[in-house]
């Protein structure tokens, strides 16, 4: 986010993106810090500072599912509001680790999908 703090680019959330955050953030701590109380509320801390990092910085993206259709063969459908909420805030890139679930391709109706380090790359934040 420090790139995004430089105004190298202007990140782009919405409310599935936020909660699918979440839900990999949580799933991810329980394995590695498991589930008692005391490390969900480490958990919940950091989670917080995140977002509070992300403030100022983010703007939010609100589309109704489906408004924008996914391309023809993703193979979660769950991932298809990710696309919208990219189509509706303008986005040139959707900045993934998950690349399974990229359009064939890699771009679909002008939006490319990368990875994190390529996408600094990209917008001159990391040297290759």
Same mark, same amino acid.
């Given at each position: ?15 599935? =993106?936020? /909660?699918?955050?979440?839900? =990999? ?44 259709? #996914? ?5 979660? #459908?769950?991932?298809?509001? =990710? ?5 509706? /805030? ?13 359009? +064939? ?17 990209? =917008? /001159?934040?990391?040297? +290759?």
């Amino acid at each position: 986010m420090r790139a995004a703090h430089a105004g190298l680019y202007r990140p782009v959330w919405s409310p599935w =993106v936020i /909660g699918e955050t979440w839900r =990999v953030l949580a799933w991810k701590w329980s394995i590695k810090y498991g589930t008692a109380r005391d490390s969900w509320k480490s958990m919940s801390a950091s989670a917080n500072k995140m977002f509070r990092h992300l403030d100022g910085v983010t703007l939010l993206a609100h589309p109704a599912i489906g408004s924008f259709p #996914a391309w023809p063969g993703l193979p979660d #459908a769950n991932d298809a509001p =990710v696309f919208s909420a990219a189509r509706s /805030g303008d986005c040139s890139h959707v900045v993934s680790l998950n690349t399974h679930h990229y359009p +064939p391709g890699g771009t679909y109706e002008g939006v490319t999908y990368l990875g994190p380090e390529k996408f600094l790359e990209l =917008v /001159g934040w990391l040297v +290759p």
